[in-house]
């Protein structure tokens, strides 16, 4: 029997000078870990062997920076936490990083030619030293003459000279040798403060009724880990539905690999505050310049999952798939079981993701890794695999991504994706990416075009009953017939049951809108300018398939009573009078081409100016 104690800090942590470093020493193990959009609870387990009355503990290998006020310890009913103390500890990793390798590499290599070139210098040193020992040479008395000493004499002036210039360049390329060398050094140790591992330390002091082995669970939330949802956006062809790829970006910094750990992604925030807001009276007043105006008030797939599932098999609650035992086939008397020679009734054979296998290949597979399982009686096995499967067959479908792995809890205030492979993400701060879903949704799509502000026309498809993909805020990618197109976002933050996604610019439907000029006028009426504007807007479908198009103009609305507006022809559009928006929706059969055509008149003072565009 265990109890669980949550330990709130308040406003202070319980620190315990009893505490030293030589104490019991144990490592917490990493089981689980659930990441909040901001945030992750991690769970440990560690032993600790305790003797009778007080004993102190430090538990290594946390995360770095951890809330206190999250911390729950999971302990024997005859283990009494006393007090407890959070700290960080500082251990410089064994392994180098790969820019530490990089960078020492680079000082062995300077080093090596340091010492190439202080031989060089130390040699032509030692020849500048001979000659000079030797320049005094008395031409009678080594019976040279005038010409050969002068000779000599040249020799030694050019020899020495391109000594003493080699010797300058040999000691040029070494101070700047030396500077870079000195540079890299600063460099490497730097990388080596960056190469330390910050895990945190938890000291317990605990009080044992009985010298035990006792199994510590240690949850808590540490704050330096998040993860962020995208999606991929595949549409093969705008005749069938599209594929949606659910995914995320994890980061985390913790100080701590997750290594196999069992992963889960919340929706949920746990550092926003749950109170919900309380409005009290709000009175109005007369606002003065001594009175600023308040506004107050605003306070502020398992085992028994399988079970009975799936007809003719006999499965156990146990883990292994070799318990697994096919009945009901060729049995005496079983209509559908074939006879052979001398009555020996053929077995069920085993298909693997469309291969067949042996007992011993199915008795291997992991139940975890099982996507669907279909037992099929003799008759329908034998049209589909022949003669072979004349006994039956048992046909299984592995998962084969990520995503298959991934099971979706909803609970009344957030949506988890619960991952069931063992997963690593490093404690480097880059994200790792994982696939939550895929899944089929069926699209709407049609063509936006506005050509008084864009040229271009727009792709769109419309997504009914969105609400049901557990969708978050977040950047997608458009992925059209094989093409990455570019980016959108999902905005699931409306209260619409239908999401407009922008797929991108299809250059195969041209839209063309030009002013003109022989149905545009200008009259003068005494004081006053009458203009009258005609616009025609020219559509063609390039595409092998026929689209449907929303095209979107408008004409001005005056906001003075000296500027009057007329709409004179609207071509069949839909109007809006208040918003001056013109829509017609038009069907455009492969190569077909439209037009459209609206006018409008703008009277107004003949000395005046205003903006036609």
């Known amino acids: 029997m265990t109890k669980s104690i949550l330990l709130l ?61 999250s911390l729950q310890i999971k302990v024997p009913s005859s283990v009494t936490i006393v007090g407890l103390e959070f700290s960080t500890n500082y251990k410089k990793n064994e392994e180098k990083t790969p820019r530490q390798e990089m960078l020492e590499d680079s000082l062995v290599n300077i080093r090596r030619q340091i010492e190439k070139l202080n031989l060089q210098i130390d040699n032509d040193v030692n020849l500048l030293e001979v000659l000079s020992a030797n320049k005094e040479i008395k031409g009678q008395q080594n ?49 080596a403060k960056k190469n330390v591992n ?46 949606l790829f659910y995914k995320a ?16 992604l919340s929706t949920s925030v746990p550092a926003l505050k749950g109170v919900a807001p309380k409005l009290d009276s709000w009175f109005v007043g007369y606002v003065t310049n001594n009175a600023p105006i308040k506004l107050r008030g605003l306070s502020t797939f398992n085992d028994q999952a399988l079970q009975g599932s799936v007809a003719g098999l006999n499965i156990g609650s146990a883990s292994q798939l070799s318990e697994v035992v096919v009945v009901g086939y060729g049995r005496a008397g079983d209509g559908d079981a074939e006879r052979v020679s001398n009555d020996v009734v053929p077995k069920p054979v085993y298909i693997l993701n469309g291969n067949i296998i042996n007992d011993e290949e199915f008795k291997r597979i992991n139940p975890n890794s099982i996507k669907n399982l279909k037992v099929l009686k003799p ?23 990520l995503s298959d792995y991934v099971s979706v809890n909803n609970t009344a205030l957030n949506v988890n994706f619960e991952i069931d492979i063992p997963y690593d993400i490093p404690t480097n701060g880059k994200a790792q990416t ?30 009914v009953d969105w609400e049901k993909l557990n969708l978050l805020q977040g950047e997608a990618n458009i992925i059209l017939e094989g093409t990455y197109i570019g980016k959108t976002m999902i905005e699931p933050n409306t209260s619409t049951d239908t999401m407009q996604l922008t797929l991108g610019r299809d250059k195969r439907v041209i839209v063309q809108r030009q002013k003109l000029a022989d149905f545009s006028s200008v009259k003068f009426l005494g ?16 595409n092998s398939e026929q689209v449907f198009l929303k095209l979107n103009d408008q004409f001005p609305l005056s906001t003075d009573k000296d500027i009057e507006v007329e709409l004179l022809d609207s071509g069949n559009a839909d109007i809006n009078n208040e918003t001056g928006l013109l829509k017609w929706d038009i069907t455009l059969l492969p190569g077909e081409s439209k037009k459209v055509r609206f006018s409008y008149s703008i009277r107004y003072a003949k000395d005046r100016t205003i903006n036609t565009n």
């Open 527 to 542: 004081s006053n300018k009458l203009q009258k504007f005609t616009y025609e807007i020219m559509m063609k479908n390039n």
């Open 143 to 191: 019976g040279l003459s005038v010409t050969e000493l002068a000779k000599l004499m040249d020799y030694y002036q050019t020899k020495s000279f391109e000594l003493s210039s080699a010797v300058a360049t040999f000691r040029e390329k070494k101070e700047k040798l030396a500077t870079l060398l000195n540079k890299i050094e600063n460099q490497v140790d730097e990388e």
């Open 434 to 463: 994982a696939t939550l879903q895929t899944v089929e949704i069926p699209l709407s799509y049609e063509h936006i075009a506005a050509p008084r502000k864009d040229a271009d026309v727009y792709l769109t498809a419309k997504l």
């Open 249 to 264: 970006k994890i980061v985390q910094t913790t100080g701590l690999d997750w290594k196999q750990v069992k992963l889960s």
């Open 379 to 401: 008759k329908e096995a034998s049209n589909i695999y022949g003669g072979v499967a004349s006994g039956g067959a048992t046909v299984v479908d592995l998962k084969t991504e």
């Open 9 to 69: 800090v308040v406003s202070t942590v319980i620190f315990l000078k009893a505490f030293s470093t030589d104490g019991n020493i144990v490592q917490a193990n990493l089981k689980t870990v659930k990441v909040y959009r901001t945030g992750a609870e991690l769970t440990h387990a560690t032993t600790a062997l305790l003797t009778q009355g007080t004993n102190q503990l430090l538990v290594d290998n946390l995360a770095n920076n951890i809330d206190l006020n």
């Open 198 to 243: 910050t895990s945190g330390r938890l000291a317990i002091q605990v009080n044992a009724a009985v010298t035990l082995k006792a199994e510590f669970i240690i949850s808590y939330v540490a704050s330096n880990a998040y993860w962020i949802p995208y999606y991929d956006v595949k549409v093969e062809n705008v005749q069938q539905a599209a594929k």
